[in-house]
């Protein structure tokens, strides 16, 4: 079946830094959605992406939809500690919609 | 426009009770959709209702089913309930059909504790 691999899984950076992540698929989607996850709360959406080769900013946030429609990635700017949570991935075509495991990001004090 | 909802947010229950939980989508959703998360687990999709059918259904066990009515909101009930079932629940909507119909919004969750 179709699957994202998301990765990395988890990462650890001091408040400042640049995050980057991404999802890769061996399947074709047409719509990419980023989510950030707070503990015991609902993902929320923070971009969505809809064109191959789309580059979205939300703020300190930028996505994009990787050309060849497999692939997107999320870069996060100057992270504060506000930014600690779980980002999700989703691809969806066809009306079906496939996760990622998940990036849970981590700012070291 | 208001959010998806879930009701109630936490809920405690023992072992072989049944539980009941409650989604209303956003306004203009016909398609709701539940998942299983429980610590360090990603999403788990349980299933997926449009226009009172259930389109979707993931891999779980039979005591877990659902229901859409007219108005588009929707129940999903666990039957017999395990120690295993203790998870966030989340109920997520979207509009389906059109453009950007398929972009899917989540509620708060409900928090299960099965003892």
């Known amino acids: 079946g179709q699957q994202l691999n998301q990765s990395p899984q988890s990462m650890f950076i001091q408040e400042g830094e640049d995050v980057s992540m991404n999802c890769t698929s061996s399947?074709?989607?047409?719509?990419w959605l980023w989510y950030k996850q707070d503990p015991g709360e609902g993902p929320v959406l923070l971009i969505a992406l809809y064109k191959a080769g789309e580059l979205t900013s939300n703020g300190r946030l930028t996505a994009q939809f990787g050309i060849t429609r497999k692939d997107s990635f999320l870069n996060i700017s100057a992270s504060i500690p506000s930014d600690v949570g779980i980002y999700f991935c989703a691809g969806l075509k066809d009306d079906k919609i496939i996760f990622g495991k998940g990036t849970r990001l981590h700012i070291l004090p | 426009k208001a959010g998806v909802t879930q009701t109630p947010r936490y809920l405690i229950k023992t072992r072989g009770q049944q539980v009941t939980l409650s989604c209303s989508p956003i306004?203009?959703?016909?398609?709701v959709s539940w998942y299983q998360q429980t610590p360090g687990q990603g999403l788990q999709f349980l299933f997926e209702?449009?226009?009172?059918?259930?389109?979707n259904k993931g891999n779980f066990p039979g005591r877990f089913s659902g229901r859409q009515f007219s108005n588009s909101r929707s129940e999903m009930n666990v039957s017999t309930l395990e120690l295993g079932d203790s998870a966030l629940y989340l109920c997520a909507s979207r509009r389906l059909g059109g453009s950007r119909g398929d972009t899917q919004y989540f509620g708060p969750g409900t928090r299960l504790t099965v003892l």
């Open positions: 209702y449009f226009s009172e059918t259930q389109r």
């Open positions: 399947s074709i989607f047409n719509t």
């Open positions: 306004s203009g959703h016909r398609s």
